[in-house]
């Protein structure tokens, strides 16, 4: 079997008629970039997520960066944020000039840990060293974040809350759609995500006003009433309008394609639950399964017996952040934040798209249910 971890070509035969004569009317257009597809695309976008705001940027790391830099965060500020994460997360603290702080996540849903989080906060405030800021929660594998938890202690500690939901577009908890769960929410169209674009792409997501208008600020170099006014700091953080076309022609597809992935991940659960640790999903929780990653021993044994029978996998992450030689922070050695660094060495994500055949499905399991007997 010819198995690919992530089938785009399935997706694209899919939707190639829309996807056409999308792409020709930009082409026709003439607007490359911020052009009307942009703006049809972040009304769609805030219109799903239930959020008043869509900003669309040039990708999900310069949409958490711009978040920050809307608030003001730098040097003095400290934000919190899981170690187990992408780079990009602790990425943009340290661009942004901030101190990072790493929380452990919880060994069911690799999410943020909140009594570790309440943990570092107070610590944070006894040594008086560094101002605790923002939190950075990240809805790992596509699962997102218990907010509703995570918004209240915020608010009671006056901390701000960004949600890296890079990898969560289109997920839910308890009714709500990622983009309306955290005050910011900052997503990725990263080809491979969910919802992903044939590029880089990206977009923030708020109800606030004042700060949408910020986000469209930075986002243009700092612009006011017009480019040539700069009333703040910006960058370069513009979508193309061939992406938005892109995404446009995916969203008309991509509710059934959350369903599907849903199917996929019930059916690999229901087959491999008895033979390695399966993801755990909170009830009330909708995934959008940006990853479905499983936990075994031996992961190199088991991963190149997968290879053998032609079953691709990814290891997201191999390293947590505080172990990341640009990351490092002096109190953060080996030992510090254990549920991170032991997950880091078991992970294994197995391939995963809407369009895995049930045939697919069961040969990946029944190959991972060899490789973990041996
Ligand atoms: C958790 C997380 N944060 C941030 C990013 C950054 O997104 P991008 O690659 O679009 O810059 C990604 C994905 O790549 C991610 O998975």
Sequence with gaps: MNIAFVDLKAQQARIATSLDARLKKVLAGGQYILGPEVAELEGVLADFAGARHCIAVSNGTD??????MAWGVGPGDAVFLPAFTYTATAEVVLLAGAEPVYVD?????????????????????????FRPRVVVAVDLFGQPADYAALNAYALAEGLLVLADGAQS??????GTRVGSLAAVTATSFFPSKPLGCYGDGGAILTDDDGLAGAYRSIRAHGQGRDKYEIVRLGMNARLDSLQA??????????PD???????????????????VVTPNVAPGTLS???????RVNDRDGVQHRLKAKGVPTQIYY??????????????CEEGT?????????HVLALPMHPYLQEAEIDYIADAVIDAVRV
């Design 63 to 68: 949409a958490l960066r711009i978040a920050l």
């Design 105 to 129: 996540v919880d060994e069911a849903d690799y999410n943020l840990d909140l009594a570790d989080l309440k943990r570092r906060v107070a610590a944070v405030r006894q040594a008086g060293r």
């Design 169 to 174: 577009y289109g997920a839910e908890r308890d």
């Design 245 to 254: 076309a892109v995404l446009l022609a995916k969203m008309e597809v991509f």
């Design 257 to 275: 394609e959350i369903e599907r992935r849903n199917q996929v991940a019930e059916r690999y659960s229901r087959r491999l639950a008895n033979h």
């Design 288 to 294: 959008v399964w940006a990853q479905y990653t499983i």
């Design 318 to 331: 191999p390293k947590p952040m505080h172990l990341q030689e640009a990351y490092r922070r002096a109190d």
């Design 337 to 345: 934040l254990p549920v991170s660094e032991r997950l880091a060495k």
